[in-house]
């Protein structure tokens, strides 16, 4: 089996700096992805990393550790509109199905 | 337009109802899946189709049946409809050719909240 753990919720106020942590339990292991969701939208893809090291985006950078299987997302300069839910994925080594972790619904105050 | 439609958008239904939710895609990918989101929770795989003749089950197929009619439009059933069913259900769509290069995006549709009662 597959499984994912992520905090369940992260509060922090605009400008600062958000660490996602994900640690991952997997019998394959492809590549880690992560997904942004607003309240009542769909999960829409941010960042993926198959090999280990840093992947930068703009504000948001994810980072993968193989050896470790553990990854995490680094919202940078928070803004009001970042508030919302972040999954991580895994994907095992055939095709592009992906397990989701529980999310974790990050709140941004003023 | 979205690239990935889903119908209906919202539908309250009885136990025992038979209910079809469909999705349609114009992104012409071939990998169509089948989620359901409950509150607080993460996705969760139902069904997925890799083309037009493969359906394969996620982790939780139980109650629920799949159609692939064509590359466009992948369909989601609830045979006979149960409260524990009640969820809101998202189909997405991806890319092979984006495979080879080692990204697993999906494209997710605006979701279908299906109320159960």
């Known amino acids: 089996g597959q499984s994912l753990e992520q905090p369940s919720e992260v509060t922090a106020v605009e400008g600062a700096i958000v660490q996602i942590n994900c640690t991952y339990q997997?019998?394959?292991?492809?590549?880690l992805s992560w997904y942004q969701q607003h309240d009542g939208g769909a999960p829409t893809f941010l960042s993926y990393n198959a090999l280990d090291g840093l992947e930068e985006t703009g504000r948001f950078s994810s980072f993968l550790s193989r050896s470790d299987s553990y990854g995490y997302l680094l919202l940078q300069e928070l803004q009001m509109k970042d508030s919302a839910s972040y999954f991580c994925a895994v994907s095992k080594a055939a095709g592009n199905k992906l397990t989701f972790g529980g999310g974790t619904r990050v709140l941004v105050k003023p | 337009d979205a690239d990935v439609t889903q119908t209906p958008r919202n539908r309250i239904t009885k136990t025992g109802k038979r209910i079809m939710l469909e999705c349609s895609q114009t992104k012409g990918h071939d990998r169509m899946y089948w989620y359901r989101q409950d509150p607080g929770l993460g996705l969760r795989l139902i069904y997925y189709s890799f083309d037009v003749k493969d359906i394969n089950k996620g982790e939780i197929s139980d109650g629920y049946s799949v159609s692939r009619q064509a590359q466009a439009k992948f369909s989601l059933s609830l045979e006979s409809a149960i409260p524990n069913q009640t969820a809101l259900y998202f189909c997405a769509t991806s890319d092979p050719g984006q495979a080879f290069s080692n990204t697993d995006t999906q494209y997710f549709g605006p979701g279908t909240r299906l109320t159960v009662l």
């Open positions: 997997t019998s394959g292991f492809y590549g």
